[in-house]
């Protein structure tokens, strides 16, 4: 899919954050997950789809999902998950790591999104993985 150059500058931070967050929080380690009846190695799925009005970025993985249980009192409700995950500080870390925990990441992913007039979307299936879908107008 062929994007404007500055969008593509625009739009990688985002990304990376999204990724390195399903590296670090949603893909398990190979003992959990061949436990979980699952293959050793976790799965990264990206997909963009492009029409002549909309754009969207699509960051997916088969990793153990958003354990809504332990952060909302809520659950079942994408929207009031998503909400409280972007919030500025929020991390589910009790530790800082090099990429992780520092309480930085989805809140800049959103305020970019929101930036260019775009949407974030959430797909959380707990213990299946968990997708983060943006959609722009073009």
């Known amino acids: 899919t062929r994007i404007q150059r500055d969008f593509a500058d625009f739009i990688a931070e985002p990304l990376l954050q999204i990724i390195r967050n399903a590296v670090v929080h949603g893909i398990e380690q190979p003992s959990e997950r061949l436990a979980a009846g699952k293959n050793e190695t976790g799965r990264i799925n990206v997909k963009v789809e492009k029409t002549e009005s909309t754009l969207s970025i ?7 999902g958003i354990d809504e249980k332990n952060i ?11 909400n409280k995950i972007v919030q500025p500080g929020f991390t589910t870390l009790t530790e800082s790591e090099q990429f992780a925990g520092r309480g930085v990441g989805l809140d800049l992913v959103k305020t970019r999104i929101l930036r260019r007039h775009g949407v974030l979307k959430l797909i959380n299936s707990p213990g299946q993985g968990c997708e983060f879908i943006m959609h722009f107008k073009s």
Do not use: K, Q, W
């Open 58 to 64: 699509s960051i997916g993985d088969d990793g153990r």
């Open 72 to 82: 909302i009192e809520e659950t079942g409700n994408a929207d009031v998950l998503l």
